[in-house]
């Protein structure tokens, strides 16, 4: 929204209160802020392993031994938050999805052949979430 139409709004505001008013940015919840950063580190973990391969294919460097404890410790804190199965999912989402042949692998439902959004990293977020509302449905 631009300043000029927040301006406006403003304005018709102080026209029905009568009086002065102020707006603000709504606070973003903490489920955003997480999810922003989960994005954040999918994306910066996607271009660390493309850099890598690049890196291995271009300049004959293999950067793998040296990145390897960098990749070890984020897994272990993925293993901190997330089950198995979302690790699996993230994992498929970095490592699998995107093939070096430029082809891209497409997740479908099982049963119904449906295609699950999953190109990005707010699509895994998305399917992450429902994975735990699932959990929690059958653990009652």
Not at 48 to 65: E, L, P, S, Y
Request: glycine letters at 2%.
């Amino acid at each position: 929204m631009s300043d000029n139409n927040v301006d406006k709004i403003k304005s018709y505001i102080d026209d029905i209160l009568g009086g002065s008013s102020s707006l603000r940015k709504k606070l973003p919840s903490r489920q955003n802020l997480r999810k922003n950063l989960f994005c954040d580190i999918l994306n910066n973990l996607q271009f660390v392993n493309a850099r890598t391969i690049g890196m291995k294919h271009d300049f004959k460097i293999n950067m793998m031994d040296y990145d390897d404890p960098f990749y070890i410790a984020i897994e272990n804190f993925f293993q901190l938050h997330y089950t198995q199965e979302q690790r699996n999912l993230v994992n498929w989402w970095l490592y699998d999805k995107f093939l070096p042949s430029g082809e891209v692998l497409i997740l479908t439902e099982k049963s119904t052949d449906k295609v699950i959004p999953s190109e990005t990293p707010e699509d895994i977020w998305e399917l992450i979430q429902q994975q735990a509302l699932n959990e929690k449905k059958n653990n009652k």
